[in-house]
Nanobody
């Protein structure tokens, strides 16, 4: 069993920045692929970013909609994954979810490919 606890959501103006954190417990964090997804009201949950075990920059991948603006990182010693969001747009408004996958070495961008989920944290970007 894995527990994921997110924090850092809130209200920010367009063009601003926000950093989300997700603390994991219950299983070896360093062996996981960690992802961020978001879901706006009435919309499907969509992929934002993911980072493979190891936490190197070349191990991260992003949705085109956030590429160049968002940065995912992880601190394996603290079992925490981060999402640094900059140049925020109103279209980024959503509930952001942290997710973990155990097993496999591929690239995972679909929600159903992840095993565990956080409770979600709301990010609201005002115009």
């Amino acid at each position: 069993q894995v527990q994921l606890v997110e924090s850092g959501g809130g209200l920010v103006q367009a063009g601003g920045s926000l950093r989300l954190s997700c603390a994991a417990s219950g299983r070896t964090f360093s062996s996981s692929t960690m992802g961020w997804f978001r879901q706006a009201p009435g919309k499907e949950r969509e992929f934002v970013a993911a980072i493979k075990s190891g936490g190197n920059a070349y191990s991260a991948y992003y949705a085109d909609s956030v590429k160049g603006r968002f940065t995912i990182s992880r601190d394996n010693a603290k079992s925490t994954v981060f999402l640094q969001m900059t140049s925020l747009k109103p279209e980024d408004t959503a509930v952001y979810y942290c997710a973990a996958r155990y097993g496999g070495l591929g690239t995972f961008i679909a929600p159903e490919q992840y095993d565990y989920w956080g409770q979600g944290t709301l990010v609201t970007v005002s115009s």
